[in-house]
């Protein structure tokens, strides 16, 4: 073999150990966030697994002018095999149907409630516990009183809202607040 082909190797071997002390070197000092480098300190690990309708707490709150909506609602829903239920009246006005409120918590037992209401929206937020808000809103109140029954007319038959569930995918979350955030907003 040649002196000039020996050098050329020798310089290839060299160069090449260089590149892939670079490459060892790049990924063990790596900066790059993963996901999971993401989750906020202090954040809530959301819960998206669909519950049994008896584990969920549902907070059912009347956003009309119609008297007893709230307690209409809670009577069909415990025919569903809800059984946490607190009702009263909303201090806000919602658009639509209804209007599901809730927490990382409760993910998955917002998008349950969600399944049973046809034309829910959605409103996720950071709410630390686990209560699923049901603001039950102006249509749902006009096909109740047009029914002139229970809330049953109003909601989604029994039998499709599993169906119905599936279809919705996975649920919203809200974006975590961090507690840089919150200390910037101090700021």
Not at 27 to 43: F, N, R, Y
Request: aromatic share 2%; with cysteine; glycine share 6%.
């Amino acid at each position: 073999m040649s002196l000039a082909r020996m050098r050329s190797l020798i310089v290839l071997g060299v160069l090449g150990a260089l590149a892939a002390a670079t490459v060892v070197w790049a990924i063990t000092h790596d900066s790059q966030e993963t996901p999971a480098d993401k989750i906020c300190k202090g954040a809530i690990k959301p819960v998206l697994t669909l519950p049994d309708p008896s584990q969920v707490k549902l907070r059912i709150l009347n956003a009309t002018d119609t008297k007893g909506l709230a307690s209409k609602v809670q009577i069909s829903f415990e025919k569903r095999g809800y059984t946490q239920i607190e009702i009263g009246n909303a201090d806000d006005v919602v658009e639509g149907s209804a209007q599901v409120r809730y927490g990382p918590r409760a993910a998955g037992s917002a998008q349950l409630v969600r399944g049973n209401i046809v034309g829910a929206t959605v409103r996720p937020d950071n709410r630390r516990d686990d209560v699923v808000e049901l603001l039950i809103g102006p249509e749902f109140a006009d096909k109740v009183l047009a029914a002139d029954e229970d809330a049953d007319s109003a909601m989604l038959a029994t039998d499709k809202v599993e169906a119905a569930t599936r279809k919705l995918g996975k649920p919203a979350l809200a974006t975590p607040k961090c507690e840089e955030d919150e200390d910037m907003d101090r700021a």
